[in-house]
């Protein structure tokens, strides 16, 4: 289980689990429906941060378990290898979905997606540190067991 192999199949995993209704959510930035897309943000966060725990949860036992137990660093990219498909994803979106006819334009949106993409991997590799940090406190903390 290298982390390469790991980083991969977990960002697959997130990405194809919310591709919809990212594409949605991109759509309605991008087109002016952003009042629409309010509910649904909110909904793809709580469920997106269950995803993303319960796989960097599943990765740290497996790695702990093999005797891995530099799992830090490792729980951190489970998460924020997602943010790898997303951008591939709004680059495809930029190139394919939108006709942007000025230099300038461009620039605009691969600004905006750029701090974008950079928030939400920071965020989502921080969600994915903290759920393993609680896991294997609760699996090593003495003071739980009675």
Known sequence: MSLSFVATLSGAVIFCSFFVVLKYMWKSIWRSEAYAMIGYLVLYTILLTIVISLLSVIWTFMGLRNGNYKWQWRSWCVGASSGIYVTAFTIYYMVCH????????????????????????????GTSAFAATVFVDLIYNKDNQK
């Open 98 to 125: 939108l006709s942007i006819s000025y230099v300038a334009d461009d620039f605009i949106y691969l600004l905006w997606t750029a701090l974008f993409l950079v928030s939400y991997t920071l965020l989502a590799g």
